[in-house]
């Protein structure tokens, strides 16, 4: 079966797919569109009951149930199906990168579960790569260099400042809660000896051509370097 383009929102990597591979893959969609049913059932009583507010907790918890059972089914298809691509899809769906715990449980993942053939694909590639991406940047490791301009043009480098502790503010000019902590970044640059901590505020998602970020930093006075 050929152009199978994609898959209860996942996209494939192209190329063949076997009627085994076809035949399970539906069976799989259908127990998640059953529940998904229940959940969109769950969903449409919170909106007409007139004690919402207070059921919310409730059908939260129901519908975590659920949520629970998808979650436990699609791992199973991965442990049943090492050799399918969309099992690496599935990896890469569900997978919880933001703590080191997270990462580590998803290279433990990649390694048992996968096939060597499925980790070649593009998004077998990609996993690796998430993988590696995060294990680099986790506690204990060297921080990848990385060269930015600061907002005056001037070109600097991370590394620059090696042997000094560094404070790195990842904000963005649009981001409500970033602005809101202007105030405790600035208390905190007052308390700091900067000869020996480096206060270094990166820009992220800056689609204006940085003139809200340039700006805003004109206004709040942000110390440190900005890039």
Known sequence: IQNVSWWNGVTFDGGLLSMNEYSELLKYDLILDSIGYIVDDLIAYEREAPDFMEKFNEQMK????????????????????????????????????????EVMKLKGQYDSLLSDRVKLTPIGIEIKELIDHNLASSVGHVLKDFCLKSNVGEEHSLYDFRGRYIFLDFWGSWCGPCMKSIPNILKFHDMIDTDSIVMIGVAVSEHDGGKAWRRTIEEKNLPGLQL
Do not use: C, H, W
């Open 62 to 101: 129901e519908r975590s149930k659920y949520f629970k059972i998808r979650d436990s089914l699609s791992m199973e298809f991965v442990k049943q199906n090492p050799d399918f691509a969309f099992s690496a899809r599935i990896l890469r769906f569900y997978a919880g990168y933001s703590t080191i715990e």
